[in-house]
């Protein structure tokens, strides 16, 4: 939970995924969407910011055996490439998909850092001026289609809420377990407000709370609004 000193306007800091930790610190992928992540935006080098975190349960580790699906829709890249990155990094050897998918080929960011994780990218772009023409959830549903052995194949997804619910049915049809980190509006990040609440769907208790209980979830546990 990240805020600037910008007095008391907006008054709550804003959630944002953690892209990768650098020297003590950390670097943040920021969509301007209103007023808070506008002043994001405008921040000078160097001004003070005040953090909160780390808050949250992350996406499960890369294992052995597995091979992961990585569902991108604008700015849910930030905890899906920090997941590749790690990856990249330790000895693990899990095969890894990056589904990517954007408005426009001026959407899609950070192609770069992508390429150097040795991700196998699959790019989507909705005005079709980069990669597949349509919705990345194309993509992903023809990749599925063509394996005949899903076994060990996990699909982890974040982005809009509507393309999470595409991806999550989309697991449904294939029988691939999913993870979504689901980006909802957040007031406190620490359990307190009760503002984040999904509703679960397993019987355990009729909600979770994102900041605390995600908001990384077994899909098969939560609805996402
Ligand atoms: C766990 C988590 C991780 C996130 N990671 C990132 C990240 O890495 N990068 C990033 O840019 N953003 C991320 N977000 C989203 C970010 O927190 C919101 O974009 C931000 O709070 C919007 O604040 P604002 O003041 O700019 O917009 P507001 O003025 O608060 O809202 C502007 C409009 O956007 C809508 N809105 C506000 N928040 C959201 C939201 N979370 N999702 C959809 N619509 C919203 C409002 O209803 C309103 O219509 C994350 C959110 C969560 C909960
Ligand atoms: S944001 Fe306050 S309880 Fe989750």
Redesign the pocket.
Known sequence: MVRGEWGRD?LLP????I?RTVDGGCE???????????LFELAQPGAPLSVLGPL?KPFAAPEPGRTDLLVAGG?GL??LLWHAEVAAKTSCATPMHLFYGARTHEDLVLLDDIARTGVMQHLATEDGSRGLHGRVTIALEQHLATKSDRAGTTILTCG??AMMRAVVDIARKYEVPCLV??????ACGIGACLG?ALPLTDGSRPFAY??VD??VFDAARVVIP
């Open positions: 907006p804003r959630a944002f995924s892209l943040l992928l920021v969509k301007a969407i209103g007023r808070g992540t506008r949250g700015v930030a905890p809009p809420n980190s689901v980006e909802g509006e957040m984040c994102a900041c995600g908001p």
